[in-house]
């Protein structure tokens, strides 16, 4: 190359990189721009807080950030490195113990409480004999958790699974293909042919682009304005899911759910653990009961299977619609610290009726 020919190349190359800088300066005002007109604009989009305590995952659509620490709804909420909440435990068991892997969403997870206060710690603080692996995440569905368990609660080597179906939201959940609360996250989601259960789950691995977009759907409030002038307004999106939740489900969204309930006891049983699967109402089931909880109870698909309604056991316990802000947090039974108290109470007496 001639020193002519350097120097020109040379001379692009700045150019170009002087280009780059420049729209980088632009995108970094804009952004600064978008937050400045809107200061609270990404944690309205972000319900729950998906965006900031949770990252993309191929395998789930999105899972807890590991070694992550965050204040979620005023409370500390920690991750540990395996990405879980709660004490880390290893595959190996510990002689002497009984294991139990806990599956859910917010309930499970905590949302709301801190750290020693979900109902997983307080049954490890007040039985000592139990080592309790909480794998609930924020958002999940049934059809999340069964996989969450095949991938990594039976290598827990548990004697007990507990599913914690939370009836105003979950089979909500298993009929869709990405999240309902954000509108963004993909999910993967079963489907049900000649009644077997066939997973759903090639949209769920995004190529870089779409990666990157996601990440910017998170992080990022200019990237979230231009959305909104060409796609659905993500606050909107999360009114329309709220008024679908007050919706009764359609029987394909049953039929799912039963058979990802089923499917989980068979797997734990399998295995040579014992499975449970707790309902969770919601404040409405105190005011006017629906039938969703009935419905798994009276379920063919389910026959055989450890089914157990709260709302009574928690009534007996005095949580009831006169009470409900004592023990929870919202209409979704986010349970307050004394509330995951209660449930604590309540799992330990239901795991001892057949023994642990």
């Given at each position: 190359m001639t020193w002519r020919g350097a120097r020109g190349w040379g001379a692009n190359l700045l150019l170009a990189l002087g280009s780059v800088l420049a729209l980088g300066g632009l995108l970094a005002l804009g952004?600064?721009?978008?937050?400045?007109?809107?200061?609270?604009?990404?944690?309205?989009i972000s319900l729950d807080d998906l965006a900031y305590l949770h990252t993309y995952s191929p395998v789930y659509g999105w899972t807890p950030r590991p070694s992550f620490r965050y204040t979620l709804a005023g409370s500390e909420?920690?991750?540990?490195?395996?990405?879980?909440?709660?004490?880390?435990?290893s595959a190996v068991r510990t002689p002497g113990r009984a294991r139990i892997v806990m599956l859910g969403d917010?309930?499970?997870?905590?949302?709301g409480v801190r750290d020693p206060e979900t109902f997983s710690a307080?049954?490890?603080t007040r039985e000592p004999g139990l080592e309790v692996v909480n794998l609930g995440v924020q958002g999940y569905g049934t059809d999340q958790e069964l996989l969450k368990l095949e991938r990594e609660g039976l290598a827990y080597a548990p004697d007990v699974v507990v599913l914690n179906v939370c009836l105003a939201n979950d089979l909500l959940d298993n009929a869709a293909a990405r999240s309902i609360y954000d509108g963004v996250y993909p999910k993967p989601y079963f489907r049900l042919e000649a009644g077997r259960l066939v997973l759903?789950?090639?949209h769920v691995r995004l190529s870089p682009p779409r990666r990157l977009a996601l990440l910017l759907s998170q992080r990022s409030a200019l990237f979230n304005a231009v959305l909104d002038l060409t796609r659905i307004d993500r606050a909107r999106y999360q009114r329309e899911v709220a008024g679908r939740v007050q919706e009764e489900p359609g029987e394909p969204a049953y039929a799912v759910t039963f058979a990802l309930v089923r499917r989980m006891d068979e797997i734990a049983r399998a295995r040579g653990a014992r499975f449970v699967a707790l309902l969770y109402p919601s404040l409405r089931d105190f005011i006017r009961p629906s039938r969703r909880a009935q419905r798994f109870l009276e379920a063919p698909e389910l026959?055989?299977?450890k089914l157990v309604d709260l709302r009574p056991r928690f009534e007996a316990l005095g949580f009831s619609a006169d009470t409900f802000d004592r023990y929870s947090l919202d209409g979704n039974l986010h349970l307050t610290?004394?509330?995951?108290?209660?449930?604590?109470?309540?799992?330990?007496?239901?795991?001892?009726?057949?023994g642990r």
């Open positions: 952004e600064r721009a978008a937050r400045w007109a809107n200061p609270r604009y990404l944690e309205r909420t920690t991750i540990n490195r395996l990405g879980y909440r709660g004490r880390e435990y917010s309930i499970t997870f905590g949302y307080v049954m490890e759903v789950a090639d026959q055989g299977v610290a004394e509330g995951h108290r209660l449930a604590a109470s309540v799992i330990l007496d239901v795991l001892a009726e057949r």
